[in-house]
DNA sequence: CTGAAAGCGCTAACAG
DNA sequence: CTGTTAGCGCTTTCAG
């Protein structure tokens, strides 16, 4: 591996020289520039990070930490971080919560143990406690799709109330009556939420849910949700409280040859990956996950960045009718 | 940030016993090591990873270039990945290849310039001379899911040809003449090949296919291909050359109001992740992608690891009937 | 604008 | 078994 110190020797200039054109520093004449960039194209140098991080304490790194690897929801998350984080130049290193308090903070310990210089965080399990705690220690991180309380500044939520809300009233204004829902596992304050905003939106509007079950967020349990819901109901219209249940259900639906939207409505959460794919292409509330991880490593990256906001939206394509 | 140093005052020994017992370097007497052992979890000491890197000269760092992002594949390849390298003590450092050679090319260069000890590769748009270069400048990697002549011991490859012709035979043999096929694009290899083993095993028994359809291996191809075909044909049995585009087809088929295995058998690829969790659970070719992605890793860790093969294996389940 | 010099925290001979 | 001594390749004052 070739080094600064021969870069420099080539060059005929110091180091420190080949350091300040190498990290862009302004203080350097044109024509000593020129001459440190040519030695470095010729020799094909590129920078040692380990060196580079020992040096200046500073790894370059970010880490995420995600719930899991499943779905294709991660992939989509991955891939906003990553992009937003190389365009500064960063590194990615992502580890799995796996859903645990423990996992979770373990893997942001070890985060950090790799000198990470912030962190995104798509943690449920982890107490808001630990999470004030880091902060307090001078970590520096970001939280995805969460509100936390002294934390506003560090935190990217989105109102997964008003997004169910939204896919009721949706529903009640097209003339829907005999509304069902499959949520995601009551075990999770996240999905108690979506399931509240539907409860809620239905009880304003006076209207009895024809059933509320429970799923896994998974494609196996949308099927059998779906499938146990139209064995003992006729609901005219569904709402699927994520993209991989919806399509469980679809197959339910299309199994007991029911036909979208003529005799059943479908409406979901939709992260972008297959609501516009399937048909009929599904009506949706739009859950913008990778815009928001895109603004939280913008975030990490630029503390005092514009703030965004991330408002529940009604993307109407062709699975709800009237009535 | 406490140091080895730090430690190493605090147990009142010198740096280099106290680099010993965090390397797990036998020649430490037990009473030091206690003594040391004590001090590091007292202070919370951890190593911190450039300053070994730089004096050790191994980053502890492994690469994986993958395709992309999207499917449910890359979860499950990377997890496994991930987890057999951090079994090991090593991070993983990701990046897409996103098909094409100059990215692909870019995407193991930066890992090399990030100084990674190795990589694992699933590349399809690299050229072998490429890889072979990579090898012969001394670089660390297995190549995952292709064959190389010149680089077969680093190679983790899959017979497609042999797979495909097992999803044809599997249907011929329950009696089906009717049968369809939806493979990947033609414009790759691995593709192409999947289409020739089927093709050439329909040949063989002397029939001719209903059709042989080309999708992109994602959902949506998946659907308009089966939608395409059910409109045009009325084949007995259809094969899906992986299981996303199955997916879509289940979709088509539903809404064909066609019932499996009743009206259609479906067979297809399986690299884990749906095919046993729709209804009717669909029989498939399993394609171990996560065990040789496992094992991918460890060969890279332990390049003397005894060789594992990986063949083509019927998972039969409920989407073909016998004729 | 450029160079000299002092580390960053750790590993790896080499002595003892 | 343990300590001493050099660096690893880079950044960063501090002079000039």
Redesign the interface.
Known sequence: MITLEDVAAFAGVSRATVSRVVNGDSKVKAATRSKVEAAIAEMGY?P????R??ASNQ?QMLGLVTP?????F???L??SV?SEAEASGK????T?GRDSADNEWQAIQRLY???CDGAILHVRALSDEKLCRLAQDGRQFVVLDRQISGLEDRCISFDHYQASQLAAQTLLARGHRQIACISGPKSRVSSRIRRQGFLDAMQEAGIEPVACMEGDY???SG?QQA?LLLRQHRPGALYCCNEEMA??A???I??H?LSIPQDISVICYDSG??AA???PALTSIHFPITDMARFATRLLLTPDAPRETFAPRLIERDSVRSV
Chains 1, 2 share one sequence.
């Open positions: 590129s040692n990070p380990a060196a991080a020992l790894s899991s690897y499943g779905g294709g991660f992939g989509a991955m891939d990553q590194q990615l290193l992502v799995q143990n790799l000198r998974d494609l196996q099927y499938d399509l469980g679809l197959l339910a299309s199994e040859r990956e297959r794919f399937v048909r």
